[in-house]
T-cell receptor, first 112, second 114 residues
Framework: AQSVAQPEDQVNVAEGNPLTVKCTYSVSGNPYLFWYVQYPNRGLQFLLKYITGDNLVKGSYGFEAEFNKSQTSFHLKKPSALVSDSALYFC??????????FGSGTKLNVKP | DVKVTQSSRYLVKRTGEKVFLECVQD?????MFWYRQDPGLGLRLIYFSYDVKMKEKGDIPEGYSVSREKKERFSLILESASTNQTSMYLC?????????????FGPGTRLTVT
């Protein structure tokens, strides 16, 4: 069965420091992996995706993610966090039947 | 720009009422989805539609039904609202794989059942 795990409910980081939000997945076949961000009382907003090719993918707002097949991970990263990055982040995987599976979400707090 | 709209941002209904939540997308997406989002539980799939008049149950379909009469519109129906259906409801759409892979989400409807 497909599944996504985000082991941290919350990540705290100081502004200007690098940030990492962790995600591991379990999927049969080739993984299609995604990160989304959600601001309060809003829908989810697409950040980036891995479909195939280079393991390091770049997305919106300076975020990037690294696909690691051997560790079945797809961690979200940013070299220098901003206070405005504070939000809820979701990792997701898409299966071969067009269904998506989401992690439980990680709340990112960036402190000034 | 892809646009997914939902009929209401906030809705308050009474127990036992029939509730309709509507979602419209303007990108000619084949797939449409309804999720509910609750704190600590992430997004849970209620129903999924991959074509007009086609639907599949998700993880938590009990107490809900859906309708897709037109490609751009996907409705979620609460047959008899209950307090445990108080939640944030999110609609999403996507192409079938091979064109574009990501989902696009509407702004959400926060439903309160009293």
């Amino acid at each position: 069965a497909q599944s996504v795990a985000q082991p941290e409910d919350q990540v705290n980081v100081a502004e200007g420091n690098p940030l990492t939000v962790k995600c591991t997945y379990s999927v049969s076949g080739n993984p299609y992996l995604f990160w989304y961000v959600q601001y309060p009382n809003r829908g989810l907003q697409f950040l980036l995706k891995y479909i195939t090719g280079d393991n390091l993918v770049k997305g919106s707002y300076g975020f990037e993610a690294e696909f690691n097949k051997s560790q079945t991970s797809f961690h979200l990263k940013k070299p220098s966090a901003l206070v405005s990055d504070s939000a809820l982040y979701f990792c997701a995987v898409r299966d071969n039947f067009n269904k998506f599976y989401f992690g439980s979400g990680t709340k990112l707090n960036v402190k000034p | 720009d892809v646009k997914v709209t939902q009929s209401s941002r906030y809705l308050v209904k009474r127990t036992g009422e029939k509730v309709f939540l509507e979602c419209v997308q303007d990108m000619d997406h084949e797939n449409m989805f309804w999720y509910r989002q609750d704190p600590g539980l992430g997004l849970r799939l209620i129903y999924f539609s991959y074509d007009v008049k086609m639907k599949e149950k998700g993880d938590i379909p009990e107490g809900y039904s859906v309708s897709r009469e037109k490609k751009e519109r996907f409705s979620l129906i609460l047959e008899s609202a209950s307090t445990n259906q108080t939640s944030m409801y999110l609609c999403a759409s996507s192409f079938r794989a091979g064109r574009s892979y990501e989902q696009y989400f509407g702004p959400g409807t926060r439903l309160t059942v009293t």
